[in-house]
């Protein structure tokens, strides 16, 4: 992954049916521990949207509950690491509650490395004020975390004045680090706003000049998004596809995931038609696509979140899923890739 100058750029995406992308395994996934009400926490995870790997564990991040689950990828049982809590010491905000609007939206997620372990970057979607956030997870050589919740509402200011990264609002769906390079994506499901509208888009920013204005906010100024590309991803049964999360996977490919979800706009949910599992090929700005199938070969009709890859296996990935049904665990899928996903980056 490496930086471009220059006017945006349009990658354009095709299904293509030589790729298949099949759900072998489904684990609903639940706190070891069980339901915590001094914490507010559930006996699930629930609306799951980002994952990345620490250590043998998967760490997931949710959109609309203020904890980090690590997760067992053979049970699909979890550990949890609490948030700051909200008002009134909530860590769950839905509409029932009347508490949706403070969440931290949290639903792009990437690996760090650090000299004395590992760091998680997890970023807010910046459709609201309070998600205008990033989230910093530190692992030592022990295992043992530190939580560091920082604003940054310059930085989201920044990547909503860029309107071709932006479109009509900012939904920061995925993230990926390469080489001190941050590159985040955007979904494009939002609202027309006068002439702007909603886009499918990536930009990528300097991780040490980020990470600067993060711990320094009164001194240093945020990085501003350069190398920005838009990508038209099609469409599934007629309904606009959007970015929903990326990972790295083999030869500079990047993996995708995509739903079709007929969103009124960046803050609200929609009626899901289904999901994809795409290849981006960066050398020749182009890519393709799967449409996401059950064991049986049936499509599957609901929304994923969170993507990551499953190393040393190139034809393995995870994926999570948020249902958008607060009472109902989010299952972790595992998904057999075939065919030739990974032609050179």
């Not at 970023?123 to 939580?147: C, N, Y």
């Not at 795409?278 to 499509?299: H, K, M, Q, S």
Request: net charge negative; hydrophobic share 45%.
């Amino acid at each position: 992954m490496t930086a471009r100058e220059g006017p945006t750029r349009l990658v354009r995406s095709f299904e293509d049916d030589t790729l298949e992308a099949r759900i072998v395994r489904r684990r609903p996934m639940r706190y070891a521990a069980g339901a915590d009400p001094a914490h507010d926490r559930p006996e699930h995870v629930r609306a799951a949207s980002g994952l990345a790997w620490v250590g043998n564990r998967l760490a997931v991040i949710q959109d609309d509950a203020s904890f980090i689950a690590l997760v067992d990828a053979e049970t699909g049982l979890a550990d949890a690491l609490p948030l700051p809590a909200g008002p009134d010491g909530a860590r769950q905000f839905d509409a029932a509650r009347g508490n949706k609007a403070g969440k931290l939206d949290l639903e792009a997620l990437t690996i760090i490395p650090a000299s004395d372990g590992l760091l998680l970057a997890a970023f807010g979607s910046g459709s609201l004020a309070p998600r205008e956030t990033v989230v910093l997870v530190s692992f030592d050589g022990t295992g043992d975390a530190s939580i560091d919740v920082r604003p940054a509402s310059e930085f989201y200011a920044l990547m909503r004045r860029s309107s071709d990264f932006a479109g009509s609002e900012v939904n920061v769906e995925g993230a990926l680090y390469v080489h001190e390079t941050l590159r985040l994506f955007g979904r494009g499901n939002g609202a027309v706003r006068g002439e702007l509208r909603p886009v499918n888009a990536s930009c990528d920013v300097s991780w040490p000049a980020l990470r600067g204005y993060l711990e320094r906010p009164m001194s240093v100024a945020p990085p501003v998004p350069a190398s920005i590309s838009q990508y038209d991803l099609g469409t599934l049964d007629g309904v606009p596809l959007a970015f929903t999360d990326v990972a790295l996977g083999l030869r500079n490919v990047v993996l995708y995931a995509a739903a079709a979800e007929a969103s009124p706009d960046a803050t609200r949910d929609g009626e899901v038609r289904g999901s994809v599992i795409g290849a981006i090929e960066a050398r020749a700005g182009v890519g393709r696509w799967a449409r996401l199938c059950e064991e049986n070969g049936t499509p599957f009709m609901g929304k994923v979140e969170g993507l990551t890859m499953t190393a040393p296996h190139a034809d393995r990935a995870f994926a999570v899923i948020d249902s958008d049904d607060h009472s109902a665990a989010s299952d972790l899928l595992e998904v057999r890739l075939a065919g030739p996903w990974w032609k050179a980056g």
